[in-house]
């Protein structure tokens, strides 16, 4: 389930030159914590701000931009897909030295504790 926050950066990043309120009415979350995650986000270098005259109508145009910045559910989808990868590669190389007749004893014993190490990330 979406945090607050998560549904504030995913409509950001959908709309970036949205304003506070249009954020909040779509999103559900009070402009006041709208405004909260924006600035902190901003402080602390995960979001960045731009400003533009709009030529036409003479009005400042705000952009707001996460550029390469994750979300906490991106980064554990990612860790998730790592691990996934880890253990399509480990078992390919243990069933690729099984049929080149070669003891796997060794390979196995260093798979379980990758497993173990790559079980510990959340």
Known sequence: ???QIDK???FIRNNPTA???TISEKTGVNIDSVKAYISRDLKQGRLTKLENIDEETNQT????DYGEFMTNREA???AKDYKKKIYRQMAQMIYEAAERGEDVDNLVKASR???NTLERIK
């Open 76 to 78: 554990i989808r990612d």
């Open 8 to 10: 504030v950066r995913d």
């Open 19 to 21: 304003d506070n309120k």
């Open 1 to 3: 389930m979406a945090t």
């Open 61 to 64: 145009v705000r952009f707001l």
């Open 113 to 115: 504790e990758i497993r």
